[in-house]
């Protein structure tokens, strides 16, 4: 069986103020000076492609697992990560600097030819990921192969046949089904968030493994969309802080909550 997971290295936009979101002249924000982290999404369907790898070791079926980015050589050294991890191959499209901020459907092509070309059982992909999380490229991806696409994502396990069960969120209710091969399988918020840590000696033993690099073909003549504007979002709630602790504290909170309650 052969499991395709795709991911993507953001930056931490938490580490900026809302001053630091200058937009240039071509429409894009610096976030250089920010560190990178893997998308929150995809990190966790990492970690489902090597949990699922551990459920096949049992059941004495071969996974083999690939995971797949497109970008830039900043993603090197996670890719490197994911070959400590003991992931069978890592392939980075390099985007040679373009700007795919917005551009899902050519990313999907993209994912979709080395699919085409590397059959594969399962694909996993994040549900979305910033900038942009337009949360798109999964079903651009599945549409494009003509597979079916389960959505949300929280749980999965693979079954004795190779075929995946698929625990899915809807409405605050969770549902269970089998997921038939070939799929496209969107992780939402899982009941895993954080991929596992290589260990040392994995590093040095499985680190330095090749990272496989070939060029965006589609996306060298794909036009996408061109943003006219840019503007911060200011998310911030308002709040009170009471001066009073213990019971007095209690009792003007409860005072707060019956004033807004009335209003």
Same mark, same amino acid.
């Given at each position: 069986?052969?499991? /395709?997971?795709?991911?993507?290295?953001?930056?931490?936009?938490?580490?900026m103020a809302a001053?630091?979101?200058?937009?240039?002249?071509?429409?894009?924000? #610096?976030?250089?000076?920010?560190?990178?982290?893997?998308?929150?999404?995809?990190?966790?369907?990492?970690?489902?492609?090597?949990?699922?790898?551990?459920e096949a070791e *049992?059941?004495?079926?071969?996974?083999?697992? =690939?995971?797949?980015?497109?970008?830039?050589?900043?993603?090197?050294?996670?890719?490197?990560?994911?070959?400590?991890?003991?992931? #069978?191959?890592?392939?980075?499209?390099?985007?040679?600097?373009?700007? +795919?901020?917005?551009?899902?459907?050519?990313?999907?092509?993209?994912?979709?030819?080395?699919?085409?070309?590397?059959?594969?059982?399962? +694909?996993?992909?994040?549900?979305?990921?910033?900038?942009?999380?337009?949360?798109?490229?999964?079903?651009?991806?599945?549409? =494009?192969?003509?597979?079916?696409?389960?959505?949300?994502?929280?749980?999965?396990?693979?079954?004795?046949?190779?075929?995946?069960?698929?625990?899915?969120?809807? *409405?605050?209710?969770?549902?269970?089904?089998?997921?038939?091969?070939?799929?496209?399988?969107?992780?939402?918020?899982?009941?895993? %968030?954080?991929?596992?840590?290589?260990? /040392?000696?994995?590093?040095?033993?499985?680190?330095?493994?090749?990272v496989d690099i070939?060029?965006?073909?589609?996306?060298?003549?794909?036009?996408?969309?061109?943003?006219? *504007?840019?503007?911060?979002?200011?998310?911030?709630?308002?709040?009170?802080?009471?001066?009073?602790? *213990?019971?007095?504290?209690?009792?003007? /909170?409860?005072?707060? +909550?019956?004033?807004?309650? %009335?209003?």
């Amino acid at each position: 069986m052969k499991l /395709l997971v795709c991911f993507k290295v953001i930056p931490d936009l938490d580490q900026m103020a809302a001053e630091d979101y200058t937009v240039d002249e071509r429409m894009q924000v #610096d976030t250089s000076f920010v560190r990178t982290m893997w998308n929150c999404f995809d990190e966790s369907g990492l970690e489902f492609g090597l949990r699922l790898c551990d459920e096949a070791e *049992g059941l004495n079926l071969h996974l083999e697992k =690939t995971a797949l980015t497109v970008a830039g050589e900043q993603a090197e050294l996670y890719l490197k990560t994911l070959n400590a991890l003991k992931y #069978d191959r890592t392939v980075r499209i390099d985007n040679e600097g373009r700007d +795919i901020r917005f551009m899902p459907e050519g990313i999907a092509q993209e994912i979709a030819a080395y699919a085409k070309e590397n059959p594969q059982d399962y +694909i996993i992909m994040g549900r979305q990921a910033a900038p942009g999380n337009n949360g798109l490229t999964s079903y651009f991806t599945a549409a =494009t192969l003509g597979i079916p696409l389960i959505s949300n994502v929280v749980d999965l396990h693979l079954l004795e046949d190779g075929r995946l069960w698929a625990v899915t969120e809807a *409405g605050g209710s969770l549902y269970g089904q089998t997921a038939q091969s070939p799929a496209v399988l969107v992780i939402g918020n899982a009941v895993i %968030s954080k991929l596992r840590v290589p260990t /040392l000696k994995d590093r040095m033993q499985y680190g330095k493994k090749n990272v496989d690099i070939t060029g965006a073909e589609i996306l060298k003549t794909y036009s996408g969309e061109n943003p006219s *504007g840019m503007a911060y979002i200011n998310r911030e709630r308002k709040g009170e802080r009471m001066k009073a602790t *213990g019971q007095k504290a209690a009792e003007e /909170l409860g005072r707060w +909550i019956k004033e807004r309650r %009335s209003m």
